[in-house]
């Protein structure tokens, strides 16, 4: 099977290129590569590498109705969430996180960063186990060890959280602001580089996901990122109450993001309904300082975080909702500033996961074909892409 695609928009560039099978085997200036007899020709459009997503949750993916949250509130999703984290089984937990997966794959999302709660040995166990099957579907699964509620609420959670990592989780997650005391949000997250150091992982804190300008967890992640030399491995989720916090506060914080070479992902759906939710008029949207980091020369990626889970009742694993939110909400409408976001996707998404992939000639046919050309345009309509998975067979659809 071949496709040829002429005269499609890459970054900058106009190019040709041809697929066979699991190849890309040709990729060129627009008008070198001619029609062979019975190929497929594909004209125009944007090509792209996979997007990756930073920050989901996928064991606590579609849940749907056995999640209502009538409150909206962060602290609400977690309490909710702590009831049905009890009667989970292996396999509702494979299941859903197949299926979003397999959403996200539709999307153009090749590589997934789920957070699991380590609070459930099952859900841990599950995700895991879920590796190499997608893997095998050409979907990179990676999973971080998520206390949910802490480490130091109740007897057992570092010891589960220890479990994780031990059992073969790819990064340590932490939840300091979660914490009880300020003091106990500063010690997890220096157990959490402790716990990095002693199994060579990478970090991915839920950080400061609050509209709490109080919250100030951020600065210590990044001395500590300074410190031990973990520059580029370590991402800051959420990272909300930057957005309360005082703009000469928030300047100083600001600049150690990026001094540290510390990652902040933001995740715009969740954080649009979940902050501001103690405020009357008016209304904080508590999303991170996106344009700030941007112009201080800080890396940001775009999450989804939640697919109808207890936290957010929409979502459909499409980043592209995500990134136009973001857009909106984030003030992030000149025309760099919205061909950047599009660009994260594929681009600065990936550096959780090590770096963006590059496609060349003669390597895997892993790549997006959108069939628009226009950046702006695919953000305005949001289509779903042509997805190449790098596989000898096509895959059929989960579910
Ligand atoms: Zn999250």
Redo the contacts with the bound molecule.
Sequence with gaps: MSTLVQRAALLDEVVDLRIEGATLVALAPAGSLRPRPHEEVLVGGRITPPLAEP?V?LDATLLGERAPNVSGTLREGIANWARLRRNLTHDDVVDRATRTAEAYASYGALRLRT?VDTGSRVAVEALLSLVPILAERGIELEVVAFPQEGIFRAPGRREDWVWAIEAGCHAVGAIPHFERTTEEGWRSVRLAFDLAEAHDRRIDM?CDETDDPGSRHLEVVCAEALDRGFAGRVVA??CTSLHSQPNAYAAKVIELVATAGVQVVT?PL?NAVLQGRYDSYPRRRGLTRVDELWAAGAQVGIGH?SVQDPWYPLGTANLLDAAYVLIHLGHLTSHAAMRRVFRTLHGANHLPFGGAPVLTEGGPARLLWWPLADELAILRERPRPRVWRGLREPVERYG
Excluded: M, R
Aim: aromatic fraction near 0%; avoid cysteine; glycine fraction near 12%.
């Design positions: 920050h949750h957070h839920h989720g959420h995740n969740d975080d």
